[in-house]
């Protein structure tokens, strides 16, 4: 069975010595930040991941859900592992306290969020979009709603969901048919199936709140083809009385559960909604006119809290990726370092042993590396992102300003790409024995599948950031963003552990200056080469993005080996100064090659007919 340990020590490095966590007091919640708090947290949020939820893991993906008479039935271990992370507080770290959270921020919130994923990924998804689901009711609902239904759900005794995919109709939002008729009282009927709904019935919580986007019908009854009457609702599975008290069954029920390649611990259900009550939250859209003089509606602040809960899923699926990763690779090290077979190609390093332990062996050491430093690095950008994003919402001025939102794409689908090429590096690594199930590590590679297509499929991400964050504000976002890269270059020329990084990082970042230019100067002769060369440009972001982060960590540890004070030991800074040489050399050469396959464009793809395939 495999295990898991929480990565205290790496989080300790990345919040004191990379990003100087603790001298950011005046940021929202970080006057409560220091050393002993964080690492109370970690290390208690660590015990229940390794003691509770780890173990659950493996017997959860063999039992599965089931659906009888109507409900969802989870695995028979999750009861008491969802109880101890509900009871213990662990999900609620980053919540309101005025609704019973700890007030923590995202930056220690998002670290614990990753330990409980790493130990058990399909449990976890009930937390992540039940904290998904209440940010959204108490950023847009009334005040009433929010002190109805946020503190259940912050406690864990409700969960919520996210409902946007349809039978026939996933990012194409247009195409919706699900619809919410407007009542008397002011609330809507909502009729309509809803497909591959994660979490969408179970067990675990008394009640349920879904979070849906439908569409309101027009004077004639007909649903518009275009997005100006979606909306988003707040439909209860169990209505709530005046009392907070559950009353009757909503119109939802369960058409089926889906038997799916991974995360089986996890309930992915079809939803048929049938005249069920539900509540339109965020107002109506207002109307401004153009500059030709016509009538728009602008999105409703419904329509801004759904996106912004989609924003916040695809930052956390990202970051699940990178925490999939970092628990098969905790596993592959350690059976690396038992299994013995064949010997070291420069002599025996073991001459006791019938033959040496596979760690020996470059091959084996090349797939642990990639996936050490993918982890290390993907770890220290999340946290980074964290940062960014406390930085803009207190308005300071060093905030990278929209830096957060034109990263979310390289993030999600960079980071999920990376998570199931590591998995299934860390699985190749138990040779034979990594395809059998009691060993754990095939499930980690079908639980890591799914990412790169949750909340947006990659190549929808990658066309997101060429299309939307790189070209919709002309540029101003990257230019800064490669102007921040540069200047970090630029005074830390003399810099000895820099200077590991800076060659194979500035020809990463000329390769990415390159590709945007070619994208300006290409798009608008054949639009083809947006969807053709998108995937592409993500990649090389995103390999410069953490070369951006290896530059940074190795500053970090050699200010600490420097020094002599730093809180981990010198081999600890070695090994990161290491993998920050790995990074250089065996990772960033990838923005040379992808910069070539783009300079190809797209005439190639769209080169054959349909019934040539």
Not at 6 to 23: G, I, N, Q, R, S
Not at 154 to 160: A, H, I, L, Q
Not at 244 to 273: D, H, W, Y
């Amino acid at each position: 069975m495999p295990s898991y340990r929480a990565p205290v020590e790496d989080f300790t490095f990345v919040f004191e010595d990379f990003l100087k966590v603790y001298d950011n007091k005046d940021l929202p919640g970080f006057d409560m930040l220091d050393p002993e708090t964080v690492d109370a947290v970690l290390t208690g949020a660590g015990k229940v991941a390794e003691e509770v939820w780890a173990p659950a893991n493996l017997p959860g993906d063999a039992e599965g859900c089931v659906l009888e008479n109507g409900v969802v039935r989870t695995p028979s271990v999750y009861k008491d592992a969802y109880k101890a992370w509900a009871e213990g507080g662990w999900s609620s770290v980053g919540a309101d306290p005025q609704w019973g959270g700890m007030g923590m921020p995202g930056i220690i919130s998002s670290a614990v969020t990753e330990i409980g994923v790493s130990s058990n990924h399909a449990l976890s998804m009930y937390f992540g979009l039940t904290g998904a689901a209440y940010s959204a009711i108490a950023g847009i609902a009334p005040q009433e709603m929010k002190e109805m239904y946020v503190p259940k759900m912050v406690s864990g005794e409700w969960c919520g969901t996210m409902n946007l995919t349809e039978p026939h109709c996933g990012t194409d939002l247009k195409l919706m048919r699900t619809k919410a008729e407007p009542q008397d009282d002011g609330t809507y009927r909502l009729t309509g199936t809803k497909i591959f709904i994660s979490g969408g019935d179970h067990d675990l919580a008394d009640n349920i709140i879904h979070m849906v986007i439908a569409k309101v019908p027009g004077e004639d009854g007909k649903l518009a083809n275009d997005l100006s009457t979606v909306n988003f609702f707040l439909v209860p599975k169990f209505l709530v009385n005046p009392d907070g008290s559950l009353g009757e069954r909503n119109g939802v029920s369960v058409g089926s559960i889906e038997k799916k390649m991974g995360i089986k611990g996890s309930a992915t259900c079809v939803l048929n909604f049938e005249n069920a009550v539900a509540w339109k939250l965020g107002g109506e859209p207002k109307v401004k006119k153009d500059a030709d003089g016509k009538e728009r509606k602008s999105s409703s602040a419904g329509m801004a809290g759904m996106f912004q809960m989609m924003n916040m899923a695809r930052v956390g699926v990202g970051m699940q990726g990178m925490a999939l990763a970092s628990v098969a690779y905790q596993n592959a090290v350690e059976y690396t370092k038992e299994r013995i077979q064949g010997r070291s190609l420069t002599g025996k390093k073991f001459p006791d042993q019938a033959a040496d332990p596979i760690i020996v062996h470059p091959d084996v050491r090349r797939m642990l590396m990639t996936c050490k430093s993918f982890v290390e690095a993907g770890r220290a950008f999340t946290m980074y992102l964290n940062m960014e994003f406390a930085k803009a919402r207190a308005g300071r001025e060093d905030a990278k300003g929209d830096l957060g939102m034109l990263l979310t794409p390289v993030l999600k689908a960079y980071f999920t790409d990376m998570g199931f090429e590591c998995t299934n590096m860390a699985m190749q690594c138990f040779g034979g024995h990594g395809f059998v199930h009691d060993n754990g590590m095939e499930q980690f590679v079908r639980d890591s599948r799914i990412l790169p297509i949750y909340e947006g499929a990659n190549g929808v991400q990658a066309l997101d950031l060429v299309g939307r964050k790189l070209l919709g504000d002309g540029g101003k976002a990257y230019n800064d963003y490669v102007d921040l890269i540069e200047s970090f270059l630029a005074e830390n020329k003399d810099d000895a552990g820099v200077a590991i990084m800076a060659p194979a990082l500035q020809r990463g970042l000329d390769d990415l200056k390159t590709a945007t230019q070619w994208l300006f100067d290409n798009l608008a002769q054949n639009p083809e080469n947006a969807g053709g060369v998108s995937a592409s440009y993500l990649r090389i972001f995103g390999v410069v993005t953490l070369g951006f982060m290896w530059a940074g960590m190795a500053k970090s540890a050699q200010e600490a080996l420097d020094s002599g004070d730093g809180r981990q030991s010198d081999d600890f800074y070695k090994a990161k100064l290491v993998c920050a040489r790995f990074w250089a050399e065996q990772m960033m050469p990838e923005t040379a090659s992808h910069l070539m396959k783009m300079q190809g464009g797209a005439e190639v793809m769209m080169e054959l007919t349909a019934d040539q395939f």
